[in-house]
């Protein structure tokens, strides 16, 4: 697939025409397993995934940027992160990834590597910039930001004070009023705030993990959040509960003076395998 305006590689900048709308995707918490058909609470996350990437090359097309954040793959096979990277490329559109706790990060940076899939921590695109963190917890479904992610986000900000700043990771920094999920999001978001408050560049920060769609506002900063291209969580619940939701993706126009058009949308409402009834998932 064709089509973009943009180019791989290219030291992490690409220029764009003055007053042109920047066109980005985010895809998130997708769920791969090694095998083609491997399903998660009884759906199939590749087929869903699949359904996902149709819709957004038939609404939100041609798009500059594809964000992924996280979880890309359940069972952290290197076969699944190679059937992700492959599908991507063959989009022709930078994609930049980061891990999710069901990833096996080091192996994800291996394979993303080269071409226009990659694990990139950055990336300037005309007046924006594109800050990828890792929020990765070893064995733990929780988030937090180490101290090199922290100093990796105040340079880039120090560094790029005229790019409008889109900060990504997986873990949600913030209360989603959700009391199960808000038990494991960025166990140290008050550092990661006080580092972002300093910059008024900050435009938005985007994450995963809560499977679900979530667009609030923190000192004219967007926050947000994308469905899965799977199982849904159900949001505002005490305990874990799916969703009958429909998997889904997020866009994003960026214009150059720091303007933020979004919104998510989802596949037909005809995926309803997921077994509704599950206490969790592992």
């Known amino acids: 697939m064709k089509g973009n305006r943009m180019a791989a590689g290219d030291n992490n900048k690409t220029k764009m025409s003055a007053g042109e709308c920047l066109r980005v995707l985010q895809i998130t918490d997708t769920h791969l397993f090694e095998a083609v058909d491997g399903k998660l609470v009884g759906m199939s996350t590749d087929e869903t995934a699949c359904e996902v990437l149709e819709k957004a090359l038939g609404s939100f097309w041609p798009s500059d940027l594809i964000l992924a954040t996280g979880d890309i793959v359940h069972d952290t096979s290197e076969a699944a992160y190679r ?40 990336r300037i695109v005309g007046n924006w ?9 070893p064995d733990s479904d929780g988030g937090h930001l180490v101290e090199s992610e922290l100093k990796l986000l105040e340079r880039l900000l120090s560094e790029h004070p005229d790019q409008h700043a889109i900060v ?19 166990d140290n978001a008050d550092e990661f705030f006080a580092v972002l408050d300093r910059f008024p560049q900050g435009r938005a920060v985007v994450w995963g993990h809560i499977h679900q769609d979530y667009d609030s506002e923190r000192k004219g900063v967007r926050l947000l959040a994308s469905p899965s291209t799977c199982i849904q969580f159900k949001p505002r619940q005490e305990e874990f509960a799916l ?24 596949v037909e409402a005809r995926w309803r395998a997921v077994d509704l009834q599950s206490v969790g998932y592992s």
């Open 168 to 186: 990504c990771l997986h873990h949600h920094p913030v209360s989603v009023d959700c009391r199960w999920i808000d038990t494991i999001g960025v």
């Open 83 to 122: 059937r992700f990277k492959e599908r991507f490329e063959a989009l022709e559109v930078p994609t930049l990834v980061i891990p999710g706790n069901h990833d096996a990060p080091a192996t994800l940076n291996r394979i993303m590597q080269g071409g226009y899939v990659t694990a990139e921590r950055h």
């Open 129 to 137: 910039q594109f800050i990828m963190l890792d929020s990765t917890k």
């Open 243 to 266: 969703d009958d939701a429909p998997p889904g993706f997020r866009w994003l126009r960026l214009y150059p003076d720091g303007r933020i058009e979004t919104a998510v949308e989802r």
